[in-house]
């Protein structure tokens, strides 16, 4: 992972993780290197939830569709 980097993308399930919250229920260890997009800003979150991305329900639940229907 990069240093600079706020925000993990996995472009294959397009769910998208904070790396300054990480949870266990997260299995980050577990996404294929070739489907990783680092992302530095808000900005690049909030273009990449616009693009159909959702925030993970365990690390991102403010930006998750998924964890939104579970409350």
Known sequence: MTKNSHYLADNQTKEIHDLSNPVMDCKLEKINKEHLIF???NKELKEYLEKGYDG????????????????
Do not use: E, M, T, V
Not at 56 to 71: D, I, Q, T, V
């Open 39 to 41: 992302l530095q800003s």
């Open 56 to 71: 993970c329900p365990f690390c991102l639940r403010n930006h998750s569709r998924k964890a939104k229907k579970s409350s």
